[in-house]
């Protein structure tokens, strides 16, 4: 086995105890540059935090995300969908009756207030004003017919 593989080995063990690791961390076990702790972590298939500025990463045999495809470690909140945005939209688009900011950000383990009003306009999502609520649908007609039904 040669080093690389050694030490990508230790840093996956590492993985199963720590569950989460920052890049800093990650650039001490490989005793490497940034941008070759980025090329592991993308050859990992590794997922970074939607929050905490997106500095938390973790691998996939680690992450125990939920139905919704979500997975909490710490203070760190990841998604199986990748980015903040990318999430909601995923998570509006599987909702059967759309969601509220508030449902949204219940889910997310965020204040909505943070994030919501980057996604109002947002092309893949459209909102629609019920019951006094703004209630985020999906933008694809079909889908958004069902969520209204």
Not at 28 to 35: G, I, K, Q, V
Not at 77 to 104: I, K, Y
Request: hydrophobic share 50%.
């Amino acid at each position: 086995m040669g080093a690389v593989a050694r030490a990508a080995g230790k840093v996956l063990a590492r993985f199963q105890v720590a569950k989460i690791m920052t890049i800093a961390e990650l650039m001490l076990l490989l005793n490497c540059s940034m941008r070759t702790v980025h090329r592991r972590l993308k050859d990992w298939r590794a997922v970074n935090s939607y929050n905490c500025n997106g500095r938390f990463y973790s691998v996939p045999q680690v992450a125990q995300f939920d139905a919704d495809g979500l997975w909490r470690c710490r203070a760190a909140f990841f998604s199986r969908h990748g980015n903040l945005t990318e999430t909601v939209v995923a998570l509006v688009g599987a909702a059967p009756a759309g969601l509220t900011a508030a449902e949204l950000g219940r889910k997310l383990g965020l204040n909505a207030h943070s994030f919501i009003s980057r996604l109002a306009s947002h092309p893949r999502l459209t909102r629609k004003r019920m019951a006094g609520l703004h209630v985020y649908l999906s933008a694809d007609t079909a889908i958004a017919r069902q969520q209204l039904a």
